[in-house]
């Protein structure tokens, strides 16, 4: 007979309600707020656990997305939820925002790329990243992931355009008004905002590509990103590109036992209308190959085993701690 997790514990603790004696086992999922449409994919994730892992009985938590997960999986609070590769390598690291408290999580897997996108006005003359230097451009929302790693991989590579800051709202209309050449703004797995279609509806777009040398400092320089290629299709008419990549991921607290890990990545890997339903861009998308090419901290060693029995190659980084 199984018996509830730690995390189930806790909160039936908080609670003052006692586990009944035959209780199945309890997972609590981590997701954000419940008026996105990742929250609607966590409840896809937990309505599949439920189908497919016998014995266990999920539920999905509102929560304040990835910090306030991390917190929760450090407190034991939830089982796994919605992490972003990068802040969960931060966290895992000790790095950055979680200097002197990291935060110990374990990968389950990732389940869409958020594609960091140059874009730029066709009529600006600038065809390449490095053609930034000099030029008004914003390097993401104010605040934003985005704009901050945005400022760093510019600063990597030796590019320093004349910033621009403001909300999205902002920046669409500068670039509109040409009062800005371009912004980085995230995409949808590998299709372009809706701000940035909203641009190209007055105003031809141009989406900028990663070097061969860039792609290499990149990845050499920073361990929570990713360079991923983006298909032709993007948009209407915009050929394939490179450019740098986070992504959307599953993290979990390490105790999670390996035999729960493993069934639930099954359960995940093996899916192919549940996910897809719940978020459109993830149909088609191949979620082991998503993980491999992503994933910034190591596997939980029950997903490990899933991916090692389908013959996958898992890379250093990825691999479970001993």
Not at 135 to 156: D, I, M, Q, W, Y
């Amino acid at each position: 007979m199984r018996t509830p997790t730690l995390a189930a514990l806790a909160v039936a603790a908080a609670l003052g309600i006692a586990a009944p004696a035959n209780a199945q086992t309890k997972l609590l999922i981590g997701a954000t707020s419940a008026s996105s449409s990742q929250y609607g994919y966590f409840v896809a994730v937990s309505q599949l656990i439920n189908e497919k892992v016998p014995g266990v009985d999920s539920a999905v938590v509102e929560t304040g997305a990835t910090v306030d997960n991390l917190r929760r999986i450090a407190r034991n609070q939830i089982d796994f939820g919605l992490v972003t590769t990068n802040v969960g390598f931060h966290a895992y690291a000790g790095e950055g925002d979680f200097k002197d408290r990291k935060v110990e999580n374990v990968l389950l897997w990732v389940y869409a790329p958020a594609p960091q996108n140059v874009i730029v006005r066709a009529d600006s003359g600038v065809t390449d990243i490095a053609g930034l230097a000099g030029k008004r451009f914003n390097p993401g929302l104010k605040g934003s992931a985005t704009e901050k790693t945005a400022e760093s991989v510019f600063k990597a590579l030796g590019i320093a355009p004349d910033y621009v800051r403001g909300s999205t709202t902002d920046i669409v209309d500068a670039v509109k008004d040409n009062r800005a050449i371009g912004y980085v703004k995230s995409g949808a797995g590998n299709r372009l905002d809706g701000s940035t279609l909203d641009i190209a509806t007055m105003t031809p777009v141009r989406v900028l590509s990663l070097t061969p040398e860039q792609q290499k400092t990149i990845a050499t320089t920073f361990p929570d990103l990713s360079v991923v290629n983006v298909p032709a299709g993007a948009a209407d008419g915009v050929p394939a590109y490179t450019t740098w990549s986070f992504g959307l991921a599953v993290h979990a607290r390490p105790g999670l036992s390996d035999d729960l890990a493993y069934k639930i990545a099954k359960a995940a890997f093996e899916d192919t209308t549940v996910q897809a339903a719940a978020l459109s861009e993830m149909k088609g998308a191949d979620l082991i190959k998503l993980t491999i090419e992503n994933g910034t901290v190591p596997l939980h060693p029950g997903v490990a085993r899933y991916l090692k029995e389908r013959g996958v190659t898992i890379p250093e980084k990825l691999q479970p701690k001993s």
